[in-house]
């Protein structure tokens, strides 16, 4: 086991940024950690979730799954249903990625889900095996939060585990755990739309700084006391917005 672990999340397609971050990934001393949506509103999802895909095959990478890697693998099973809310998410960014630009204007979303299932085949079959939380000394790793009502928090719901917001944030932790997560952006949390910093409530730590929003991207680095470094990056590019 590694000595410390090195937690990223909410990449949302900006390569380039998760380039950075990665710069600073010692393998010989960091369990990697990423903590889901790699995709969507980003211009390079696909880039990002073969890398994805890499890091756990080469580096022995833990990925958990995101409400974004759950949209994708819905619309693919879904298209009809889906396409539309997909879309307004960020989801064109993704097909377009995987597919080549205007593919979402060029093909039915049957069309798509069927040529995306065909060429991605390993892909889609990684993600469709993603974990949901990770477990590492006294913390825990998940891309939303945990229910917080439970006795036990291992019987959260599936879909809490990649959605849920105001009952975690909210509620009172006492899993003896501390609880990291991305999902729901640090400028919201700390209610001013615009401080990026990571945000701390109750042994809680929300690492996702908002940066497809114009925010920014965190990799945290902890031991198993503390939290030991956090390393930030600004998205230079400005804020993605959706293509109505």
């Given at each position: 086991?590694?000595?410390?672990?090195?937690?990223?999340?909410?990449?949302?397609?900006?390569?380039?940024?998760?380039?950075?971050?990665?710069?600073?990934f010692?393998?010989m001393?960091?369990?990697?950690?990423?903590?889901?949506?790699?995709?969507?509103?980003?211009?390079?999802?696909?880039?990002c979730?073969?890398?994805?895909?890499?890091?756990?095959?080469?580096?022995?990478?833990?990925?958990?799954?995101?409400?974004?890697?759950?949209?994708?693998?819905?619309?693919?099973?879904?298209?009809?249903e889906?396409?539309?809310?997909?879309?307004?998410?960020?989801?064109?960014?993704?097909?377009?990625?995987?597919?080549?630009?205007?593919?979402?204007?060029?093909?039915?979303?049957?069309?798509?889900?069927?040529?995306?299932?065909?060429?991605?085949?390993?892909?889609?079959?990684?993600?469709?095996?993603?974990?949901?939380?990770?477990?590492?000394?006294?913390?825990?790793?998940?891309?939303?939060?945990?229910?917080?009502?439970?006795?036990?928090?291992?019987?959260?719901?599936?879909?809490?585990?990649?959605?849920?917001?105001?009952?975690?944030?909210?509620?009172?932790?006492?899993?003896?755990?501390?609880?990291?997560f991305?999902?729901?952006?640090?400028?919201?949390?700390?209610?001013?739309?615009?401080?990026?910093?990571?945000?701390?409530?109750?042994?809680?730590?929300?690492?996702?700084?908002?940066?497809?929003?114009?925010?920014?991207?965190?990799g945290v680095?902890?031991?198993?006391?503390?939290?030991?470094?956090?390393?930030?990056?600004?998205?230079?590019?400005?804020?993605?917005?959706?293509?109505?």
């Open positions: 086991m590694k000595s410390l672990v090195y937690v990223i999340s909410d990449i949302h397609g900006q390569l380039d940024l998760f380039q950075q971050l990665l710069r600073d010692d393998p001393l960091h369990q990697l950690v990423l903590i889901g949506d790699l995709n969507d509103r980003g211009p390079r999802s696909k880039e979730l073969l890398l994805g895909m890499e890091l756990v095959q080469k580096q022995g990478c833990i990925y958990l799954r995101g409400n974004h890697e759950q949209y994708l693998l819905q619309f693919l099973q879904d298209p009809e889906i396409a539309e809310r997909y879309w307004l998410n960020g989801g064109k960014e993704t097909v377009n990625s995987l597919l080549h630009p205007g593919a979402t204007q060029e093909y039915s979303p049957t069309e798509i889900a069927l040529m995306i299932r065909s060429r991605y085949k390993e892909l889609i079959q990684f993600l469709t095996d993603l974990p949901y939380y990770y477990e590492w000394e006294k913390y825990v790793f998940v891309h939303a939060g945990i229910d917080l009502t439970k006795a036990d928090w291992h019987q959260t719901s599936l879909r809490d585990f990649i959605w849920i917001r105001e009952p975690f944030l909210n509620g009172k932790n006492h899993t003896g755990k501390v609880i990291v991305g999902h729901t952006i640090t400028p919201s949390l700390h209610g001013d739309g615009q401080t990026t910093d990571l945000w701390f409530s109750d042994d809680k730590i929300g690492i996702d700084g908002g940066a497809i929003f114009g925010g920014s991207v965190h680095i902890f031991n198993p006391e503390r939290l030991i470094q956090d390393i930030e990056y600004q998205n230079m590019k400005g804020p993605w917005k959706p293509d109505f």
